[in-house]
């Protein structure tokens, strides 16, 4: 699994992330900052149902789980 910074603006998108070497360091809790996935073969992440589902706790909860982290 990889870290996929949020670089563009649909978070549901995979091409609006990109791939970085390490866990990035993001601030606050109220937006994505990066996503934890399994890479497609063209560097993009796979966003799965339950990535999807994650991301969407993690937004409501306003708190960083285990494959998403948020910013402000």
């Known amino acids: 699994m990889n870290w996929y910074l949020f670089t563009g603006s649909n978070p549901t998108d995979p091409a609006h992330y990109t791939r970085v070497a390490s866990q990035p360091n993001c601030i606050g809790s109220c937006l994505i900052c990066a996503i934890r996935a399994s890479d497609d073969g063209n560097g993009n992440p796979v966003i799965s149902v339950s990535l999807l589902q994650e991301m969407i706790l993690a937004l409501s909860n306003k708190t960083n789980s285990a494959n998403v ?4």
Not at 69 to 72: G, P, S
């Open 69 to 72: 982290m948020l910013k402000d």
